[in-house]
């Protein structure tokens, strides 16, 4: 396992943008597939965005609409997510996942994911 700490959230007015970071600790993680999710309170979490170990593979959910992207650097030991064009409906707290499977795969809601982080709350005011 790798171990997560995300930073970047706060409170933004609609049409604002963020940028998340997710710093990660451990050897491994230029290996590892990195993820975005999110969840607000009384739903699922959802899947967001991930990136293959490389960078050179990314995917996202469909509700994301060309407004959020997702990097990293494996010099750093660090996945981002840039957000724009913010909604209130994006209002969520924001978690980083990490797995060693394929990036393809973290958007599939009966996959356990190896490690999270605490996340980081995101709120956005119409």
């Known amino acids: 396992q790798v171990q997560l700490v995300e930073s970047g959230g706060g409170l933004v007015q609609a049409g604002g943008s963020l940028r998340l970071s997710c710093a990660a600790s451990?050897?491994?993680?230029?290996?590892?597939?990195m993820g975005w999710f999110r969840q607000v309170p009384g739903k699922e979490r959802e899947f967001v965005a991930s990136?293959?170990?490389?960078?050179?593979?990314?995917y996202y959910a469909d509700f994301v609409k060309g407004r959020f992207t997702i990097s990293r650097d494996n010099a750093k030991n660090t996945v981002y997510l840039q957000i724009g064009s913010l909604e209130p409906e994006d209002t969520a707290v924001y978690y980083c996942?990490?797995?060693?499977?394929?990036?393809?795969?973290?958007?599939?809601?009966?996959?356990?994911?190896?490690?999270w982080g605490h996340g980081t709350q995101v709120s956005v005011s119409s």
């Open positions: 451990g050897r491994a993680f230029s290996s590892y597939a």
């Open positions: 990136i293959s170990w490389s960078g050179r593979s990314t």
């Open positions: 996942a990490a797995d060693p499977s394929p990036a393809e795969l973290m958007s599939d809601p009966r996959r356990i994911i190896d490690s």
